[in-house]
């Protein structure tokens, strides 16, 4: 099947009469899925190394440590709660992710457990209990990993970086590394995000998407979505929903994820463990069972069908984990001594958290 940017170019530059690449299969699923959460980590771990106190490299450099040893020795085993949690959420999430499945997997009879288990809504009728059956399974995993994780990370103490006494980033020198560097990230750059854009933008253009010749050039769909009159509705729906989730949702999460790092609290583990759930159940799965647990609540659970607010409350709970993972990382950085120095000041647990945890955490929130 010739199709794709990257064949069509490979088939003319090449010798070849068939396309090398084929986005239906394993190796294409693992390929989308990497490059689609590859940007979610790097905004989960960012933080944690923008916090790294330069002293500790500076310390291992003195004692005759190179770069490259400074980093694996020294920085990398500080960042282990960030890495760590979100390589699990990571994997967890793809268990249950369904849309690029569903699309690449398909086509090849290639099933997982979110597509399976769309599949069993999709009789007639639907075989709901079997759906349900088969979360049960990934909430079993979940738990079994949120246990690795603690026996994983042990003490907390020993990640804290950000203390009383100050600490200062400093970026490192790559030395002659810097241009491999740059290329690979450059390289990067062009497939993750430069191909799959300029394949958009040329589809956007053409009658039938994946036909690439000059005759199929139109502008009939940029027409058609400029005169349709839900667009503005649309747009003001996707904006009310992302902003009321994203604000309501990163409080909730930090809250969430001070009870679960920086207390002794009996309800720290239940938390750090139902923080998890959300990402273990497959979206279409997890929308249903959130539509029947509050729509038959009466008076305004009724209410609350087809409107923003159920939206925006089911994007709250889907994307828990990885809020909640994001603000772990940078929390058990923090050590105790700066809200102990608040609470011996006279200043109110509120007034800490809002005056001294927050400024600290702000890049992760």
Known sequence: QKSGLLNIALTWLLPIDHSPFTIYSYGGIIWVSTLMWSAAAFLLITPAFRRMDASFTEAARMSGASTLRSFW????????????????????????????????????????????????????????????????????????????????????????????????????????????????????????????????????FTKVFGMWQLDQATLANYRAVFTDPNILKAFRNTLIVGVGAATVGMILYSLISYVIVRTHSWAAKPLE???????????????????????????????????????????????????????????????????ESSRVHGASWLTTFRRIVVPLVAPAF
Do not use: C
């Open 73 to 204: 020795q020294v920085e990398l085993p500080l960042l282990k709660p960030t890495l760590v949690g979100t390589g699990i959420l990571v994997f967890i999430w793809l268990v249950g992710s369904f849309e690029i499945e569903v699309y690449l997997g398909v086509p090849a009879r290639i099933y997982v457990f979110a597509t399976q288990t769309y599949d069993y809504l999709s009789y007639v009728p639907p075989r709901y209990a079997t759906a349900m059956a088969l979360t049960t399974v990934i909430l079993l995993m979940t738990l079994v990993l949120v246990v690795v994780q603690r026996r994983i990370l042990g003490g907390e103490h020993q990640y804290r970086v950000v203390t009383g006494r100050g600490f200062t980033s400093r970026p490192t020198s790559l030395g002659r590394w810097k241009y491999a560097t740059l290329a690979a990230v450059l390289l990067y750059i062009l497939v993750t995000v430069i191909l799959p854009l300029a394949s958009l933008l040329v589809g956007s």
């Open 273 to 339: 463990f139902f923080s998890w759930l959300p990402y273990t159940v497959p979206g279409i799965a997890l929308a249903l069972a959130l539509l029947w647990a509050f729509v038959g609540l009466a008076p305004w659970g009724p209410a609350l069908y087809g409107t923003l607010y159920i939206m925006a409350m089911v994007s709250i709970v889907r994307a828990m984990p990885i809020g909640v993972r994001g603000m772990n990382g940078s929390l058990i950085q923090l050590h105790h001594d700066l809200e």
